[in-house]
C-alpha cells in the first residue's frame, strides 16, 4: 500500500575470490557495480586530485550487517528484491554466515514484482 519505504544497503568484505572466479568477478566490478574487490583500492589516493573523483566505499564487518539486518526487519522474516538477485542475495548471506561463523538470519527472500503487481 505504501509502497518500498525502508533500504539497507552494506558493502561487506570481499573475502577471498575462489580460484576460477576472478576474472568474472573483475568483470562484474569493472562493467558492473564499480565496487572495487581489493581492500586496498576501498579508500582513495593520498592526491587531493584524485580524491575528488573517487568514491569512498566503508566496508561493514560480518557481524555489524547481521546485526543491522535484524534491527532493519524489525521482528519481520520477508525480504523483498528482484527475482534476478534472489540467488546472489540468498549466496551473499550463506558466505557471510559460514566465513564468521555466524547464524544465518532467518530471511524469506520473494520476487518484488510479485508484491508490487498484485
Known amino acids: 500500500q505504501e509502497g518500498v ?5 552494506a558493502f561487506t568484505v ?11 568477478c573483475l568483470e562484474s566490478s569493472n562493467n558492473g557495480h564499480k565496487i ?6 576501498m579508500e582513495p ?3 587531493l586530485e584524485e580524491e575528488e573523483n573517487i ?3 566503508k566496508l ?26 534472489i ?12 566465513r564468521s561463523n555466524l547464524s544465518q538470519p532467518t530471511i524469506s527472500i520473494l520476487s518484488l514484482p510479485e508484491l508490487l503487481y498484485r
Open 5 to 9: 519505504t525502508r533500504v539497507y544497503q
Open 14 to 24: 570481499p573475502g577471498e575470490i575462489p580460484f576460477g572466479y576472478k576474472r568474472r
Open 36 to 41: 572495487p574487490l581489493e581492500a586496498d583500492y
Open 45 to 47: 589516493q593520498d592526491s
Open 55 to 57: 568514491t569512498k566505499f
Open 60 to 85: 561493514t564487518p560480518d557481524v555489524k550487517i547481521f546485526e543491522d539486518i535484524h534491527r532493519f526487519l524489525s521482528g519481520s522474516e520477508v525480504v523483498f528484491c528482484m527475482p534476478e538477485k
Open 87 to 98: 540467488v546472489q542475495c540468498e549466496g551473499v548471506l550463506r558466505t557471510i554466515a559460514q
